[in-house]
């Protein structure tokens, strides 16, 4: 107390005046940098002459509020000065949103507030800007909640769509459901009849034979035998044409996959065998031999797996350097060679890069993926767009599937009805306990068996596909819905990103694409969209990448960026996001804008 | 299906070669080990009495003792060393002359007979010694006297007043003694005839020149043309310095019974991902070597010669003599030096302080410059910050959590296409604008320049050099030599030639540097030279250089002359107004005078951390004062303790800077949580506020040559626990930082030296030295002491960067010692100019003594009000001063009077450190408010 009492003197001496004034008002100069909300706690000080820092940790005085000293650490005691490091500073910024800034920013030199108040120590001048400032922010907001306001509006709607859409792609799902449990019916029933005529064949065949027999050894005669040779070719067709299709199906599914989709592709993939066979196999044959070149650079690393020691001795000083400075690139050499030099784009590292980014998918499927993968069919309307900046479409993997197998689609579902009739039909027809056996009526059961086993692959296969969409999440109002099956494309310097939202971001650049990532989840309540393992990065960890949500009229990709290594971020606006509580949010700080007093001029 | 297969497995191998790269660290096969290196085979393989050399013919001449060095003529007329080609009998003798400096240095130079013509003149590198030092620090020496022994006899000159250097003619010996008494000796030179010289010649019949390692050939055109020789330090408990290595502070023996290792060698060589515990040489190389012991004390050895040298600490019974039994039972350390060329260019200092040896060393080579105060603060760099946006996000972030920095950094991706001086003008279309935006907060930019220049004729710098012949040339003499770096095909400027060195720093002038504003600064990367198809990753030593120099013979000084260069630019740039940052990665003897340095590519492991310890205090008493090491390692990814760790002992190292390959995730402060930002934070503040002990630090190392950073034996040379310590260190003479380099760490130990109370600075609490403290750790910081006897000035405000803490006022920290005083500095200028060399700056000590402290003027120029002096002031005033070790007594003061103002402030209880969540309640004068530049009294009462 002692101490508190001389220091109270000897400013009274000082500054008398001062105090005195204080002592009857509270001038804002007192409460410099306190906040409105904080300024009962402050007048404690005119009430009880001391008051407790906000830590609790010791008592301070009247007198050393603002006295350019820090008593508390927390700064309570210095809201005005610079002499806390945690203090804070509260700025008016009349015309404009008030601010607290760090006590750190106070007569530092800068202008910090746009009321110039934390600048008062008079070695910098600053300008009062908080009216132009605050009319742009205001003009600013007033744009931002116009924008919600339709944003919402929209997002209603696809609301309404996205309940629609799901409804019905449920009541899709459950009828295909039900329609492929028929059909699987309707398969065994053709797979048994066509082994009871196959067994019936067999049996009548060994008949024959035994008969033949018989007859050979009755007869001995030379014509008798020629005939009953004829008839074992003409009787073994059957059988022989049944395990050419057997064995097409097991040559393209080596891996033995029970993937229904898969098995689709692959019976369909046989019966367009004979069509495609040329044009497939000579593209591929290039990019292996291409591939096999364009890694002909890297003999030296190849060499490298025997003795690293020799490996990097036998390139030439060119390659040596190339592979010396990718080490601390983190670089193939070839890609190197290609940073390096950036005006030489050279065709040979584009395939190589291709390539080796592509090893994530199963080589042994490329050809169907050629074909039949959506990722093929997205590539082409890619190139077609190239130009654009910011784009997108559908793709939707359902419905080029669907064209593809030639299967008319859900509005024509006569098809499924035609089957059972027909089916119904050769049943009837067919008896396989006659015999003999009514060979153009076997070949008939045979066929059909073949054919509803595709379709019932194709449904197998749509039902997963379904099923597969409706276990996403799309939000907790499906607001998510409609971009199922869309991409976002955005063209940044030489890349182009591609955003398919509950599938894959890739980066494309010339020919080569590189996975960023596939779909993972929503994040941060539905405001990011997470997509993991992507391609690995040389050296560093699986490429990734984060796209944020923002509200928007329309679905645009923006602001791609690598914050750090292999790890993506974007921006997707979306009415999605247009909530409308935010709307009310943005009103009020509008509101409060409006609020502050025009012109306001106390220092 | 075969095709597939085989593509399968192409991609399996090169997923797995990829694989090999990444986890494969330090190449050591492509390194020559001293085996492979045939003059360093060569020089190990010799045995002590090898040299047969006499010094006959000595005389005084032009001030110096000088001698002709020659083999005798055998008695029988045979040839009884014929593998040794350089004490053939009919060789010409080698020169040798002895000079004698102010301070205790003497300098010894040995070199072939220019009278004899030998086939070219060997190199003596140049720009190194100060000019100063060879024309008004040297003694004439007038006379010698002789001792006759037995058998040969003494030539002895004066050396100082305590000691005098000896030449023995028969064997061949230099050496310094004490004077008088004992004679005891200090330093050594061939005393176990280890000397060895191979003198220029003719090839001869058949004889094979060619060096071949790996697919490289070296043409040596000249042959063998080796030196090396033995030198002892008498007295030596341990033997220091010889950077760079990631080594331990006090040199392990290389050779002896029991010791496999390769030489210290100093090869400036950009290795990739080097070890924590290897001989093996960086990126730079100080042949300066000290001793240190508790009979002597310290003394120092510097070889002036830029080719590539290897050195041996010999362990105790490498030569299993017992000759030196009878003579000195004191400990003596033993050690050999070899390099591939040159000359015997050596100085021998003689100590005895430790603080001695380095001003002896840097009158020689220079004191380090003085800083910018921007510069002591923390730099962030990143391999890269990719765009401007990048810039400024980062910028903001700082900002943001309320972290100060002063530079941001860019690294080679910046420019266009790795030509340096330009920018990817797709990233950066506006760098003026960014750096102006940066300056407006007071921030600094600093972008890489390399020597390697594309050789792209579109490219305006590599367009000047070819056509002015300005690149080093092939072996051939006539081509450019064309190597390979980052931007592909690149030529390297030979910055040994004056002239080119001129031109150079004019392309730093703000109209040849496009885009760059008074606010950027410089690094100098990859100066080794790095050269990635080079022989060990750098230019061919049978390069040819501007006046006929070999590569090989100034190698090691390459990098030198191109940090060299690029300051003069910057000091060009701006009418030598401003002081150069520039940093560089190969070192050289008298780099400090140029810039900064860093340990190069670190990696983010804890014995990394550990490591860089002893690598900045190493550098540090070889005179480069101002290195460090990247903070949280270069490759990998710190945990965030680690990286936490590395904050917290760097902000106590001279050169603070963060950075990153760019393969690792972004670890800028604020990305590891609340928690994790707060204490990183606050090790980056509590080296701003240290900020005027470290610039007053700068300043004594910028005038003397003692390091900012100092190995403990530095300040305690008495105290042996402290000769092999290089876990702590001190900043100063008045703070011992103990760092933290082990993982989930609760406690460390740590040795306070004797004779001194050390005051905790988080609590205040008292600890006496002369044992080991065991103390206990959280993450918040690492133990931190100040030392009885010393006042410390701080700045305890906190701001965006240097430039606004200008004005902010000061707390001294006093730490009373037994009787009751305390002593300090406090050093004050513009923070960027060279006004201080004309007095312009406030250099006060405190003294505290008898509970009163006084402000005493240090400014000689300032006092004595000479009208060509300028004068520096400051508005600062001490707002806090904070007395250790004085509660103690039994009342303690509760005010304190202010002269000449009569004025009287408070003395209450108060924090040590304004941190919150930090307890602690010591004495302090609050607001004593007297301006830090004038004369004043405070007396306790």
């Known amino acids: 107390m002692k101490i508190y009492t001389s220091i109270f003197f000897t400013f009274f001496v000082l500054s008398s005046t001062l105090i005195l004034r204080s002592k009857t008002a509270i001038s804002s100069n007192d409460l410099l940098g306190v906040a409105p909300q904080d300024e009962k706690y402050y007048k404690g000080l005119w009430s009880s002459g001391a008051i407790k820092c906000k830590d609790g940790s010791k008592l301070f005085t009247k007198l050393q509020l603002n006295d350019d000293f820090c008593d508390c650490l927390d700064g309570t005691d210095e809201p005005g000065t610079s002499a806390c490091p945690t203090g804070k500073f509260y700025c008016k910024n009349a015309g404009h949103s008030p601010l607290t800034i760090f006590s750190s920013r106070i007569n530092d030199g800068i202008c910090d507030c746009c009321d110039g108040s934390d600048e008062y120590g008079g070695k910098t001048r600053c300008n009062n800007t908080c009216w132009e400032a605050g009319k742009v922010a205001r003009d600013k907001l007033m744009e931002k909640i116009a924008l919600f306001q339709e944003g919402v509006t929209i997002r209603k709607q696809e609301i309404e769509q996205a309940k629609i859409s799901a409804a019905k792609d449920e009541a899709e799902l459950s009828k295909l459901k039900i329609e492929e449990k028929i059909l699987r019916g309707i398969v065994q029933q053709l797979k048994e009849h066509k082994e009871q005529i196959e067994k019936a064949v067999e049996k009548e065949r060994i008949q024959k034979e035994k008969e033949e027999k018989q007859n050979k050894e009755a007869e001995q005669s030379e014509l008798k035998e020629h005939e009953g040779q004829e008839k074992i070719d003409v009787e073994e067709q059957v059988p022989v044409k049944n395990n050419d299709d057997r064995a097409a199906i097991l040559d393209t599914n080596p891996s033995g996959k029970e993937d229904p989709v898969e098995r689709a592709v692959d019976v369909v993939h046989t019966a367009h065998a004979p069509l495609d066979n040329g044009e497939k196999h000579d593209p591929k044959d290039e990019e ?56 030489k784009k050279d065709y040979e590292t584009s395939v190589d ?34 130009d654009v900046s910011s784009s997108s479409y559908n793709y939707d993997p359902d419905d080029d599937d669907m064209n593809i197998l030639d299967m008319e689609t859900e509005s024509s579902p006569s098809w499924f009805e035609r089957v059972q009739r027909t089916v119904r039909n050769v049943l009837q027809t067919v008896n396989p306990f006659q015999t003999p056996v009514n060979i153009s009526e076997a070949e008939n059961v045979q066929k059909e ?72 989840k929503f994040e941060e309540s539905y405001n990011v969209m997470l997509f993991s393992n992507g391609d690995n990065c040389w050296n560093g960890p699986d490429r990734s990448i984060k796209v944020r949500l923002r509200c928007g009229l329309k679905l645009e990709v923006a602001d791609v960026d690598e914050p750090s290594r292999c790890e993506y971020a974007a921006t997707l606006t979306t009415p999605a996001l247009c909530l409308e509580g935010k709307i009310k949010e943005l009103e009020d700080e509008l509101e409060i804008l409006y609020k502050q007093p025009q012109f306001h001029d106390e220092l | ?44 393989s010799r045995t002590p009495h090898h040299s047969n050399l006499i010094a006959s013919d000595v005389t005084i001449r032009d001030g110096d003792l000088t001698a002709k060095l020659i083999t005798p003529t055998p008695i029988d007329g045979n040839h009884n060393s014929s593998s040794n080609s350089s004490s053939d009998s009919s060789s010409p003798p080698l020169i040798l002359s002895l000079s004698v400096y102010q301070g205790g240095i003497l300098r010894m130079k040995i070199d072939e007979d220019p009278s004899h013509n030998p086939p070219k003149k060997r190199f ?116 220091y310095g010889i950077p760079e290595h990631a080594t331990s502070l006090a040199l392990k023996p290389t050779k002896g019974p029991g010791i496999e290792s390769e030489p210290y060698r100093l090869f400036n060589l950009d290795v990739f991902e080097y070890l924590a515990e290897s001989p093996f040489g960086l990126y730079g190389s100080i042949p300066f070597m000290l001793s240190h012991g508790s009979a002597h004390g310290t003394s120092g050895f510097f070889w002036l010669n830029a080719a590539e040298m290897q050195i041996d600490v010999l362990g105790s019974g490498w030569d299993d003599a017992g000759e030196d039994a009878n003579q000195e039972k004191r400990k003596r350390i033993d050690t050999v030096w070899m390099s591939e060329a040159g000359i015997v260019d050596a100085f021998f200092f003689i100590g005895p302080e430790p603080k001695d ?20 603060g923390y730099h962030q760099c990143r391999w890269n910050y990719r765009d401007e946006e990048d810039v400024k996000n980062v910028d903001a972030k700082f900002d943001q959590h309320d972290i100060p920095y002063d530079v941001l950094w860019l690294d080679i991706e910046h420019t266009d296409g790795k030509r340096y001086f330009t920018w990817d003008r797709a990233l950066f279309p506006n760098p003026e604008e960014m750096q102006k935006d940066l300056a407006s907060r007071g921030r600094r930019m600093v972008t890489i320049v390399d020597p390697h220049i594309k050789r792209d004729d579109k490219y305006h710098i590599h367009k000047e050099a070819s056509e002015n012949g300005y690149y080093v040339k092939d072996a051939s003499g006539d081509k450019d030599y064309d190597g390979w770096c980052w931007p592909g095909s690149s030529s390297y400027i030979d910055m040994v030639n004056p002239e080119i060195r001129s031109w150079w720093a004019d392309k730093f002038a703000y109209t040849e540097y496009v885009g760059s504003t008074p606010s950027l600064y410089i690094w100098n990367d990859m100066n080794e030279p790095s050269v990635f198809n080079g022989p060990e990753v750098t230019m061919p030593r049978d390069a040819i250089h501007y006046g006929n120099i070999e590569h090989r013979e100034l190698h090691n000084a390459y990098g030198y002359y191109f940090h060299m260069a690029t300051s003069e630019g910057l000091l060009k740039r701006e009418g030598g107004k401003d002081r150069p940052f520039v940093l560089s990665r190969a070192i050289f003897p008298g780099t400090q005078r140029y810039g900064t340095v860093w340990t190069g590519d670190n990696t983010a492991e804890w014995e990394q951390l550990r490591v860089s310890v002893p690598m900045i205090l190493t550098l540090g008493i070889t005179g480069i004062t101002f290195s460090g090491a990247d903070v949280g390692g270069f490759f990998g990814n710190p945990d965030t303790e680690l990286l936490v760790r590395w904050y917290q002992v760097a902000a106590y190292l001279p050169f603070f800077r963060g950075h990153a390959h760019h393969d690792t995730k972004r670890r800028e402060p604020w990305l590891f949580g609340e928690h994790n930002t707060e204490l990183m934070r606050d090790a980056i503040r509590v080296r701003y506020t240290f900020l005027p002990y470290f610039y007053t630090l700068f300043r004594e190392a910028n005038v003397t040559g003692v390091p900012v950073a100092r190995p403990l034996w530095m300040e305690f040379p008495h105290d042996e626990a402290t000769f092999n310590n290089d876990e702590a260190f001190m900043v100063g003479n008045g703070l011992l930082v103990q760092g933290v380099y082990t993982q989930h760490a609760k406690e460390v130990t740590v040795c306070l030296p004797r004779d001194h109370t050390w005051y905790d600075l988080k609590t205040g609490t008292a600890y006496k030295g002369g044992r080991a403290q065991k103390m206990e750790v959280t993450d918040a910081d690492i133990p931190v002491f100040q030392r009885s006897g010393t006042i410390i000035p701080r700045k305890d405000r906190f701001r965006r960067s240097t430039v606004q803490m200008e004005n902010d006022p000061y707390t001294l920290v006093i730490a009373v010692d037994s009787s009751g005083g305390a002593e300090g500095e406090v050093y004050i200028d513009d923070g960027k100019s060279y006004e201080f060399q004309k007095g312009g700056y406030i250099h006060r000590r405190f003294i505290f003594s008898d509970g009163k402290l006084i402000s005493v003027n240090l400014n000689v120029a300032s006092s004595s009000s000479s009208s060509q002096g300028t004068s520096f002031y400051s508005d600062c005033t001490i707002e806090r001063i904070i007395l250790l070790g004085y509660s103690s007594s039994s009342k303690p003061p509760k005010s304190a009077r202010i002269e000449p103002t009569n004025r009287v402030a408070d003395i209450e209880l108060g924090p040590l450190q304004i941190r919150s969540g930090v307890r602690s309640a010591v004495l302090t004068i609050r607001k004593p408010n007297v301006r830090v530049s004038d004369d004043w009294t405070i007396k306790l009462l």
């Open chain 2, 1 to 44: 299906m075969k095709l597939k297969l085989k593509l399968k497995l192409i991609v399996v191998l090169l997923f797995s070669i990829s694989h090999l790269i990444s986890v494969s660290s330090w190449k050591k096969e492509e390194f020559r080990s001293c085996n492979e290196t045939p003059f360093c085979k060569r020089a190990r």
């Open chain 2, 124 to 239: 003596q590198v140049p720009d190194v010694i100060l000019p100063d030092f060879e024309i008004s620090k040297k003694i004439w020496l007038q006379r010698y006297s002789t001792d006759a022994g037995s058998g040969s006899s003494s030539f002895v000159v004066y050396l100082s007043d305590g000691y005098e250097a000896v030449v023995s003619n028969d064997p061949f010996e230099v050496f310094v003694r004490e004077r008088g008494g004992g004679g005891r000796r200090v330093l050594s030179f061939n005393s176990h005839g280890l000397f060895d010289f191979e003198k220029l010649r003719k090839k001869e019949e058949g004889e094979e020149w060619e060096e071949r390692f790996r697919s490289h050939t070296d043409s040596r055109p000249f042959g063998p043309q080796s030196i090396s020789f033995d030198v002892s330090f008498h007295g030596a408990d341990f033997v």
């Open chain 2, 357 to 376: 040896v380095v001003k002896q060393y840097a009158s020689v080579t220079g004191t380090s410059a003085m800083p910018q105060l921007f510069a002591t």
């Open chain 1, 288 to 343: 292996v031999s291409e591939f096999v070149h364009g890694s002909e650079p890297n003999n030296g690393l190849g060499n490298k797996v025997e003795d690293a020691t020799k490996g990097i001795d036998s390139l030439s000083r060119e390659d040596l350097g190339r592979e010396i400075g990718s080490r601390w690139t983190g670089k193939k050499t070839d890609q190197q060679n290609y940073d390096v030099d950036d005006a």
């Open chain 1, 449 to 520: 068996y073949n054919e509803a086993s595709m379709k019932l692959s194709k449904l197998k296969s749509r039902i997963s596909r379904l099923t597969k969409k409706l276990e996403n999440d799309f939000g907790p109002e499906k607001e998510f819905y409609s971009l199922y099956g869309q991409c976002f494309e955005s063209k940044q310097n030489k890349y182009v990103y591609k955003v398919c939202p509950f599938k894959q971001a890739t980066q494309e650049e010339g020919y080569s694409t590189t996975r960023l990532g596939k779909w993972e």
């Open chain 1, 353 to 386: 890069v291709h390539d080796e980014e592509n090893n994530g998918y199963d080589t042994e499927t490329d050809e169907d993926h050629h074909l039949y993968d959506d990722n093929c069919k997205v590539d082409d309307v890619e190139d077609e767009n190239n």
